[in-house]
């Protein structure tokens, strides 16, 4: 093994839920495949599975473009707890 | 007639008058074009995630409807011209699986909607923001006290 693995390999946590459809107004469960510059993650970190990432990946741009989860994250517009709206 | 989802950004610099008649003249766009509206959920003022149109707010309305295909063209053409939306996303629920979960929300929607009726009594949140702050002045007059003995 030339480099460490810095994530383990995980299961799929949407299909372990049995997950059928995602709200994208429901930004905070969008949080888990989201990265702190809200990146979308990648599979090979998450562990998602391509049924389930497909899904997710659709939802967090519909969730951009409502304005719910931001596009970018730089050091001059850092956002302050987007998800504080939600309870 | 397919199943759509209408989320619409209001501008935050209207008053909250101002912000009811343009959600009715958003929905008299659907009716008018031949939509029937299933339910209609009011998000509420939210902060953006990035600023639009220099503000950094916004009324969100959610609004769940059946539509004609043909007719999304110039609903979404209305929209663009009120100048009172910030922002608005459709979405069209056409498989089961979807056809499921718009079901689900539009009954979720709807009970929220009857839910706001029973207000909860706000008369006890006096007395519970009293209390703590009385406690507090004792604590900080007990140190002072101590402090001064010490000396």
New interface residues.
């Given amino acids: 093994m030339a480099e460490k693995r810095k994530y383990k390999k995980r299961y799929c946590k949407y299909c372990e839920a049995k997950v059928?459809?995602m709200?994208?107004?429901d930004a905070g469960a969008l949080r888990f495949s989201l990265s702190e510059r809200y990146k979308i993650m990648p599979r090979r970190l998450t562990g998602n599975c391509k049924r389930h990432q497909d899904m997710i990946s659709v939802v967090i741009k519909?969730a951009?473009?409502?304005?719910?989860?931001?596009?970018t994250v730089t050091r001059k517009?850092v956002?302050t707890a987007?998800f504080?709206?939600l309870k | 007639m397919r199943n759509y989802e209408n989320l619409v950004i209001v501008k935050p610099t209207l008053t909250a008058e101002e912000i009811q008649a343009s959600v009715k003249a958003i929905e008299e766009v659907i009716t008018s074009n031949g939509g029937e509206i299933a339910a209609t959920s009011p998000m509420g003022m939210r902060k953006l995630a990035y600023p639009i149109e220099k503000n950094e707010r916004g009324y969100y309305h959610v609004i769940y409807s059946s539509i004609a295909p043909s007719a999304i063209s110039e609903i979404e053409r209305r929209f663009r011209i009120n100048e009172d939306l910030l922002r608005f996303v459709t979405i069209k629920y056409d498989t089961n699986r979807e056809k499921a979960a718009f079901n689900g929300m539009v009954e979720k929607a709807k009970k929220a909607a009857e839910a706001p009726k029973v207000e909860t009594p706000a008369v006890e949140t006096p007395a519970a923001v009293e209390a703590p702050t009385e406690t507090p002045a004792v604590e900080t007059e007990a140190p002072v006290a101590t402090e001064a003995a010490a000396e």
């Fill in positions: 059928d459809f709200d994208y107004k519909r951009r473009a409502a304005a719910l989860v931001p596009y517009h956002v987007p504080e709206n």
